[in-house]
């Protein structure tokens, strides 16, 4: 089993910047590719970014490339996602998910596990 918990949500004005965290406990981490997705009101979980198992892999949507950055700390076994220039569209609840299989992806269903998820609202 994983676990995975994300904080630092909240609100910020359109231009502003967040930074996201997701905190894993259970099987080892450092072995897992890591993705953030989100999803807003009405609409399908999407993804947004995600990071190979050793950090040196990304890879990105294109609605948020160039503003998005994803890193990971295997020693401390967290992933965060900094956002910066935020839109009003970026407003959604973000997901931390965890791939435990060899390889990566950017589909909803590669993903093994997944966080509770944490509100990230951009005020026009």
């Known amino acids: 089993q994983v676990q995975l918990v994300e904080s630092g949500g909240g609100l910020v004005q359109a231009g502003g910047s967040l930074r996201l965290s997701c905190a894993a406990s259970?099987?080892?981490?450092?072995?897992?590719?890591m993705g953030w997705f989100r999803q807003a009101p009405g609409k399908e979980r999407e993804f947004v970014a995600r990071i190979s198992w050793s950090g040196g892999s990304t890879y990105y949507a294109d609605s948020v490339k160039g503003r998005f950055t994803i890193s990971r700390d295997n020693a401390k076994n967290t992933v965060d996602l900094q956002m910066n220039s935020l839109k009003p569209e970026d407003t959604a609840v973000y997901y931390c998910a965890a791939r435990v299989r060899l390889g990566v992806g950017v589909g909803v269903n590669d993903y093994d596990y997944w966080g509770q998820g944490t509100q990230v609202t951009v005020s026009s």
């Open positions: 259970g099987r080892t981490f450092r072995f897992f590719a």
